[in-house]
């Protein structure tokens, strides 16, 4: 049997315990299990994206976008009392110890640290806490992402942000491994209690290796090893977990679409996020026209698909033989938004580097198909649908895209959301996106 990939996308000073844990379920089990440790996120998330994961650890806001392919097997209950015996956690909201911060309506006007926009515990539900305030932009300062819980923390404990939102099981355990971390920091407010972060399977995994992990894992508590290894990561026992258990996380995060956090997310109001969810309707709108037509297809070629919300809806299809698969596809979702000051000949130039960029995705070896479709005040929106996600970086790196970016886009259009996503199961599944990242040509790039 070929040995089965476990990975995690949760903080990395766990990564030493679920390793011995992996490893644990391997001897218990009798099955080749490898614990995946690539440095970013990111890339950790391409792994279950590909199915290369047979499963792991994820954030529950991740994983309640990814349950076309994943299902959630197990979830820990830790030890503290503050749990109370419930597979739960909460969002601990930390400050300086030296700071005159004593609540969170303190925090007003202050400068705010998250780990990642994806974050439920470092974003989502400190969107909706404010939301239940009423507070819907700008409750701070300002927000800047850093990139990690422990770089949100070591921004508080350096004094470069004011706060930031915590897991508190990653706190707990940065506090076990360095005790005067205790002193340095304390905590204003516990948002939650939320369900904890699941330990998810691919759905294509087999019933009876799916039983035999869930049994191993929620019985280990009564192993003297397995017990050992859960005292040391303070986890009281793993229970089983359903997908319903994480409707709270899909309701709490709701509140993303409606709040910004900072002055700067509020005046460029093309960076709210509601507007993604917006550009994902449309995107997904174009995902639905490309598979309605597929069946019709005989070959790669450009069409004009008849819709009645568009003025034109063009779809050129690359590889056809992809695009019916069913394979795992790389998206790209590009939402402009025009300077309608810019000169005739600026227009002129977009307008031939579209036949350029047209000509290269042709015979680009990762595309698979482009759509553009114009909406109603003018801009348009593309959907560009790549066979790997390595893809996107190469096309960056692309002799024309480099011209266009650097030559007549910053000036014919003002701002830009550039969309990055999957479609796990292929054109028939929903499109699932990961990032954005904005483009403000009245000043800086942000994300």
Known sequence: MQALTITSMLAGNMDAIYARLVQYLSQRCQLPLDYATPADWQTRERLFDSGEASGGLMCGLIYTRKTATLEPLVAPIMAAARYQHRPVYFSDVIVRADSAFGDFAALRGQRWALNERASFSGHAVVCHHLHTLGETHAYFGDAVVVGSHSHAIAAVVAGEAAAAAIDSTVLERAIALNPALASQIRSVAALGPSPIPPMVVQKNMPP????????????????????????????????????????????????????????????????????????????????????????????????????????????????????????????????????????????????????????????????????????????????????????????????????????????????????????????????????????????????
């Open 208 to 447: 009876s290796l799916k039983q035999q992990l869930r049994e191993a894992l929620t019985t280990m508590n009564q192993d003297p090893m397995g017990a050992a290894l859960l005292n040391e990561a303070g986890i009281a026992q793993f229970v089983a977990v359903n997908d319903a258990d994480y409707d709270d996380i899909r309701q709490k995060a709701a509140a993303t679409q409606w709040v910004t956090l900072s002055p700067a997310e509020r005046e460029r109001s093309f960076a709210h996020p509601q507007n993604s969810a917006r550009d994902l309707a449309v995107l997904e709108h174009m995902r639905k026209a490309l598979l309605e037509v597929l069946p019709t297809l005989s070959g790669p070629g450009t069409y004009i698909y008849p819709d009645p919300t568009s003025e034109r809806h063009r779809q050129i299809v690359i590889d056809l033989a992809r695009l019916k698969s069913g394979q795992a596809l790389a998206v790209v979702g590009f939402c402009g938004q025009r300077n309608w000051d810019c000169p005739a000949e600026i227009s002129h130039e977009i307008d031939l580097a579209d036949k350029a960029l047209v000509r290269d995705l042709s015979v680009f070896p990762y595309t698979v198909s482009y759509s553009s479709l114009k909406l109603a005040d003018g801009n348009w929106i593309n959907l560009v649908i790549l066979n790997a996600a390595d893809g996107i970086e190469a096309w960056r790196e692309g002799k024309t895209h480099k011209q266009v970016v650097d030559g007549p886009s910053p000036h014919f259009y003002s701002t830009i959301r550039l969309h990055r996503g999957v479609m796990p199961g292929g054109l028939g599944s929903p499109v699932q996106l990961r990032s954005v990242k904005l483009f403000d040509y009245r000043g800086e790039m942000t994300d």
